[in-house]
């Protein structure tokens, strides 16, 4: 705590510098006394958005305004042995998306994908892609990320394919111990959603009861077709 000649003094008890405002992170500089600082309130989940309102809160960052895909399947699988596990996204006849919105993966456009469960949107897995003029190579229609390790969240492959005719394709898989998913079953329903920091161009899709094939211990399977 800080005494009153503002020096820094060990105590059991709660801090003197303690101005009981949740929003702010109380410290004692030997220096200057009692400093505050703002409260990030960041809850580890890149999925949320987080803001100190009284209080931290943590807000799903679920988009409206992402493109959709007549045709999509998704894949979880979750064992004791974390190495094995396996997310699979693919996204196909998707509205179109010219190659000029992937931006460039290489350089300066980093790509997050998330996974939300339920009507509060839990995020159930998460990734992020940053810039890596190694792992992305450009193709004629837009990029493939190539990771055979997995060790960027346990991502191993990402292919963005463009196109104007409403035929543009997402095909994500993961794998290992780093792609951190929670374990089937799951509540419904589930949002996929894909973002591009640079462009901010999103791709999603929304999986209910009717689109979910499988969803028990270990492992979820759906297919949805329409938007």
Known sequence: MC?????????????????????????????VGCVDSPNPCDD?????????????????????????????????????????????????????????????????????FCLFAGVANATIAAANLPPDPARWQPTSRG???????????????????????????????????LLDITAPPVALPIRAQLINSQSNVCWTATYDSADVRRNDAGKLSAKATGP
């Not at 179109?96 to 300066?108: I, K, L, M, V, Y």
């Not at 060790?151 to 394709?169: F, W």
């Open 3 to 31: 005494d009153g000649a503002q020096r820094c003094v060990e105590t059991p008890t709660a801090s003197l510098c303690d101005d009981g405002n949740a929003c702010t992170i109380e410290a004692c500089s030997p220096l």
């Open 44 to 112: 580890g989940d890149p999925c949320t958005s987080n803001e100190c309102l009284t209080a931290c809160v943590n807000t799903p960052r679920v988009r409206n305004d992402c493109r959709t895909a007549m045709s999509s399947k998704l894949l979880l699988k979750s064992t004791a042995a974390t190495d094995r596990d396996k997310l699979t996204w693919t996204w196909t006849r998707g509205q179109s998306t010219s190659q000029a919105e992937f931006a460039d993966p290489r350089t300066n456009a980093s790509y997050e």
């Open 143 to 177: 990029f493939n990320y190539r990771n055979p390790t997995a060790d960027e969240d346990g991502i191993a492959r990402l292919k963005l394919v463009g196109d104007d005719t409403n035929r543009s394709q997402v095909n994500l898989k993961g794998q290992g111990a």
